[in-house]
């Protein structure tokens, strides 16, 4: 709350998704619920501290509204669930998860102070302390090391902070969840299954950490194309399963800032299944 916001991320036209072609709005920002129906539950309000914790676009209306499309309309998925949460932060979306009815969660989050951010956070608004842990290292090297047992994967703004997709997948595969959850920034209306190449800086709070193979404090990383992330799914056994429903939040709260990104289609919010349950969202 009364932060910065980041230039260029203000809510495009006040509501209006502007992921048009040729004037129609595009498949993915099409409103699927009645109007009034999807209103944001201001889910953060009753959790504050994740305001303050985090510096990466830790915005209210930004915040509230991604819990909506993530967790409120995937509720069913979370009942019960030993979660997984793939670069877990200051643990907003832990807490989100065990909110929702998750029964338990593991973080990985790469930065230190961040882990300690979570576990402050979470003993803060969650009673039973067994029901989370989290671990502080690369996810890669983590999942590569720990015996994880999980039944949904949550892998949130995580996707273009690597280009190491096949490892990360095939990890991901090892675990066989029955769901993952991807919230990503994506190569906007690309046709093809294409990744944009970007640096990331490895001292920034939201960027990649370095790694074994960084060099100079950058870390070469990717924004892939929703095709990309489909072919991503598809080469470990999983499908797209549905999209959030962003039409009709950035319909229905018209005076969100910061989730411009959602409306430009340069963001998108997906669930995967296992390919032989998919309903196959084209
Ligand atoms: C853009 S933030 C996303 C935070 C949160 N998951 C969300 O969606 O709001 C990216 C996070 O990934 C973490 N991160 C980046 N590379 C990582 C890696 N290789 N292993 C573990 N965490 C990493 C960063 O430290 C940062 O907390």
Redesign the pocket.
Known sequence: MGRKRQPGKQMAAQGQPQGQQGGQVHELLRPRRPVGTARSSHFFDGFPRFYET?H??AFRDR?NL?YDAIFAENRAIFEGARVL??????G??SLAALETGAKSVVG????AD?VEHANANLAAYVEDDSRYTFYA??????LAREKIDVDVV?C???L???LRYNELMWRIRQLNPRKVII?TQVHPRAKGPFVRMVL?KAGM?????A?DYSYGGL?LVGHPSVPAVRMMAKAYGYEVESFSDWGSLLRDNPTASDVGDYGDLSRVTLVLTPAEEGAGAA
């Open positions: 985090s990466t676009t915040l991604r949460d793939i670069a877990s932060h200051d907003r979306w990985i989050e790469g930065k961040l290292g690369d996810v890669l090297d983590v949550m949130l703004g995580f273009y902070h690597t919230d990331d709070q939201r960027d990649a950490i790694d870390v």
